[in-house]
């Protein structure tokens, strides 16, 4: 006479009851020998070795495949962050040259900003070269000055050249440069939640903001540049020409790389392939 003893695995689950002397006898279906008791040691019975693919799968787990075309999309997203970090960063956004004969001298004075300083340098007319009417470019060798705007901290308009800047238009398009990198920041961290925990659903607000940064940094760029042509038109005293330089080019591919990555993590978090409805597989007997 003897009593019955169930035994349980690690999930509450009833695996057999336990026979006198402490052997298990396992139920029909179930694995038989050393291969339920290697079941039993690692915690992954028959019954609940299935938890983690079940789990995952009521939030739409991804594929192999899936997972890489996210990948190649965040690498997209990543170059355009590079970019707009790049050009945000930088002070070649316009270059001011005024004629290189002006001072009638030996040297000449151009001047290049960004959305954060501005820099003035003093250049050999000898090296320039004789076809140029105007001092410049700004990458000649020459002793650089620069100072960083005021705008931000006391206020003050900057002035070079007599020509006095728009401090309204040069906040607002800096204003929109930053919040553009706080929403690239967001959609980063949108898409590592959704690598990490194999969930599309992450997909829609990533694409959400790396569209929104796009378009955001395409903005700044604009009003940029009607702040340069306001500083243009604030004195006639000397004549200046202007052009916008390399920072404004990494500015411009990144809002259109960013808003290209936002697309393609839309398209990625479609329920249905937008290729097999536009253009449907046509049956073989057909």
């Not at 105007?134 to 705008?151: H, M, Q, R």
């Amino acid at each position: 006479m003897w009593s019955t003893f169930f035994v349980t695995d690690e999930e509450g689950r009833t695996v057999g009851p336990a026979a006198p002397g402490g052997a298990v006898i396992a139920p029909a279906g179930a694995p038989q020998g050393p291969a339920a008791l290697t079941g039993l040691m690692t915690g992954r019975s028959t019954f609940g070795g299935n938890k983690r693919r079940r789990t995952t799968s009521t939030g739409h787990a991804m594929s192999e495949a899936q997972e890489g075309k996210i990948k190649l999309a965040f690498f997209v997203a990543i170059v355009g962050v590079v970019l707009t970090v790049l050009g945000v960063g930088t002070e070649f956004w316009v270059e001011l040259s005024p004629s290189k004969s002006f001072y009638n001298n030996q040297t000449c004075l151009t001047a290049h900003y960004g959305l954060w300083k501005g820099c003035t340098k003093s250049l050999w007319v000898s090296e320039i070269d004789p076809d140029r009417e105007s001092c410049g470019p700004a990458e000649l060798p020459g002793a650089s000055n620069c100072t960083y705007f005021k705008f931000f901290t006391t206020g003050e308009n900057a002035v070079l050249f007599q020509k006095t800047t728009r401090k309204n238009l040069n906040v607002a398009a800096a204003m929109l440069a930053l919040f553009s990198l706080f929403l690239m920041v967001m959609g980063a961290i949108c898409i590592t939640m959704a690598l990490s925990k194999e969930i599309i659903f992450f997909l829609k607000p990533a694409s959400v903001c790396f569209i929104l940064s796009g378009v955001l940094v395409l903005l700044s760029l604009i009003v940029f540049h009607q702040s340069v042509l306001a500083f243009l038109a604030s004195d006639h005293t000397v004549p200046l020409q202007h052009q916008l330089s390399w920072s404004v080019s990494c500015v411009g591919c990144a809002g259109a790389v960013l808003i290209v990555g936002g697309i393609l993590f839309l398209l990625l978090a479609l329920p249905y392939s937008p290729w097999q409805r536009c253009l449907p597989q046509k049956d073989s007997s057909s």
